[in-house]
């Protein structure tokens, strides 16, 4: 499915004044991968901050667009399996991650180290990928251990470094029930 197709649909075939989107959230489009022109078409949403492409059985993250203000990515609900590793070029200012439910089998070969490079991460989500189960109980101390040199690294898979559950705004908004979201 071509993304520039299903975004112009959505917006009835009117003129997309793409510097007004701050927000950018395709979940559920039946992507698979995203195609050079659809790279293209997205490359021009320049003022985008958080880009969401949850649940659109993404393969791989070839193609992804260069969008120098992201601050936050979801890619959950995917089929991605390789490098995370360009996603550090692309997104130097990404603050918050979000990969859970892929197919990443090990640190290794999804280059989780690469990840240290991106200076104002703050939360990572990799929980229900096969290398969560690989890694048993040393999971989230060995995730911690490799992204120490991140200052502003502190929430992975939904809890802080002492353990303790951490809801963000966004997370929180959609919930039906939030007596889990108490704050002091």
Known sequence: MSIKKEILKKNEGGEIEKDEFTNLI??????????AEDKEFLEGFKETCFLSLNSTGLKSIENMPAMPKLQRLELCDNKLSGS?????????????????NNQFKTIETAEITSLKNLEHLQ???????????????????????????????????????????????DDDEGDEDDSDAASD
């Open 26 to 35: 395709m979940d559920d489009m039946q992507i698979g991968e995203i195609s």
């Open 84 to 100: 995370v590793a360009p996603l550090v070029a692309l997104y130097p200012n990404l603050q918050v991650l979000k990969l859970s």
């Open 123 to 169: 939360s990572l989500d990799l929980s229900k990928n096969p290398l969560v189960e690989a890694l048993g109980t040393e999971y989230q101390q060995t995730l911690r251990k490799l992204l120490i040199t991140l200052d502003e690294f502190e929430v992975l898979d939904s809890l802080n470094k002492d353990g303790e559950e951490v809801v963000s705004d």
